[in-house]
């Protein structure tokens, strides 16, 4: 059984669904299908969570963050500032007001690790000994040589995987170096273990020799690196990226961001991870994930948004991204005014509009009593596939009776980012192999 978190996470942390895994076995066979559970900084599961934050509190730390990441991304697309492949803004941003976590165990014997989710990266990295430089954590930090499967790589094997960016030789062995947006560095080792995870009822299961780093080095320039979290878990598409190891899909299903009670936020790993749901093409340039965004909609009345908008260049400085970091939904100028001013004029007589948070729309009222009936807003992507967005998804509560809409404008040119709170409600299966995504209208519950 794995060493189990000792504070008050792992009760509610994961569920395994049916797996054709065996720790004994002599080759890496893969998962059928892993389901481990999601804990967003907000949820009382949450290391952070803090009961004396108020509604105004959380919504500040989760924009801050939000624009953090986004201007990371932004940065990152335009080669800005940043020096290799990994790291995402949101880890170093807004006093560890990270995303959603995830909680595995490496080695034998296994040593419990809490890592953020970033599907922007590719790396699955966790601090190792023996430290040079590490910033300080409650969970052990984990000791390869005290790992009786832990293996190091040498330069010269395929595992070291020179092709991806970051990935590098130390002679003699695979090494890694990494960066933040702030200037932040991490760097070490590229090894393989067995990892574990942990189910509801306190069995485990195991994937013996999986590909991770072992960060020995931490240049924490912001120095809010530190806590619970002991490393990030990228969800990439490169080949170092846990995806890949464990098959060629994922999913994820967010339930709720705001809901401190929620449990049923859920990433689903392995070749059975559910992808029902319409498909679309999925685009993969660096370490985003891009989705053709033809237009979109309130009700039945299509918004006047010239559709060169949303076009992808190859280089991904414009298209669509969707991503599993940033909060808020972010559009180009043209996009962005067009939705605000109909949501403005479906207000009208509604409710009373107080002003702009971020430069969108806030108002007086109550999302649940006030917005009875308002229009789905619905962005309509290639292939007749829909991602729609009810009231909860479309606004957020800024502060007790205010809401705002949960969108911003961008001053990049044509760059869009489809955050969490777009997502809810919908399970989002990614098939690497294929280069397609599914997008569901779902209970994320009944994934379990």
């Known amino acids: 059984m794995a060493v189990l978190f000792n504070l008050f996470l792992l009760s509610c942390f994961t569920t395994i669904a049916t797996t054709s895994i065996a720790t004994t076995s002599p080759t890496n066979a893969k998962p059928k299908r892993l389901i481990t559970k999601l804990i967003h900084h907000n949820s009382v599961y949450s290391p952070y969570y803090n ?13 801050n963050s939000s624009n953090a990441r986004f201007d990371y991304i932004w940065k990152k697309i335009q080669g800005i500032s940043l020096d290799t492949d990994d790291v995402r803004s949101g880890v170093i941003a807004e006093n560890r007001r990270v995303g959603f976590l995830a909680n595995i165990s490496i080695g034998s014997p296994p040593i419990p690790q809490l890592l953020v989710m970033d599907t922007g990266s590719s790396l699955l990295w966790t601090q190792c000994r023996p430290c040079t430089h590490c910033f300080t954590q409650a969970l ?18 395929p595992n070291c995987y020179h ?22 560095a991490v760097s070490g080792f590229v090894g393989t273990d067995e990892i574990t995870f942990e189910t509801s009822d306190e069995g485990t299961t195991s994937v013996p020799r999986l590909v991770f780093g072992c960060a020995t080095d931490v240049v924490n320039i912001a120095g809010v690196l530190g806590g619970q979290i002991s490393g990030l878990l990228g969800l990439g598409a490169e080949m170092t990226s846990l995806v890949n190891q464990l098959g060629s899909k994922f999913s994820y299903c967010i339930g709720s961001v705001w809901d401190p009670q929620y449990i049923h936020n859920q990433l689903i790993f392995g070749e059975g991870a559910k992808t029902e749901g319409d498909t679309t093409s999925l685009e993969i340039i660096g370490s985003f ?5 033809d237009s979109i909609s309130v009700g039945e009345k299509m918004l006047d948004i010239p559709p060169q908008v949303f076009e992808l260049t190859k280089d991904g400085t414009r298209g669509v991204i969707i991503d599993s970091g940033s909060t808020l939904t972010y559009l ?22 107080v002003g702009t948070e971020h430069s969108s729309p ?12 308002f229009p789905v807003v619905t962005f309509n992507f290639a292939n007749g596939v829909d991602l729609a967005l009810d009231v909860k998804s479309l606004f957020y509560v800024a502060s007790a009776n205010t809401f705002c809409m949960a969108m911003a404008p961008t001053n990049a040119d044509n760059l869009t980012i489809i955050g969490v709170l777009a ?25 379990e």
């Open 51 to 63: 009961p004396k934050d108020t509604i105004a509190d959380r919504a500040r730390h989760a924009i």
């Open 140 to 157: 052990p930090i984990f000791n390869p040589p005290e790992s009786a499967t832990y293996s190091s790589i040498p330069c010269d094997e």
């Open 163 to 184: 092709q991806v960016p970051g990935i590098n030789c130390r002679a003699p062995r695979c090494g890694f170096k990494l960066y933040y947006g702030d200037g932040t």
């Open 289 to 293: 994930y891009y989705i053709r965004l």
């Open 332 to 353: 180009p100028k043209a996009a962005f005014d067009s939705l605000k001013n109909e949501v403005l004029s479906l207000m009208n007589g509604i409710v009373k509009f």
């Open 362 to 373: 806030c108002f007086k009222g109550v999302i649940d009593r006030d917005l009875t009936g």
């Open 423 to 447: 997502q809810q409600s919908h399970n989002i299966a990614y098939n690497l192999a294929s280069k397609t995504i599914s997008i569901q209208v779902i209970d994320c519950a009944l994934l």
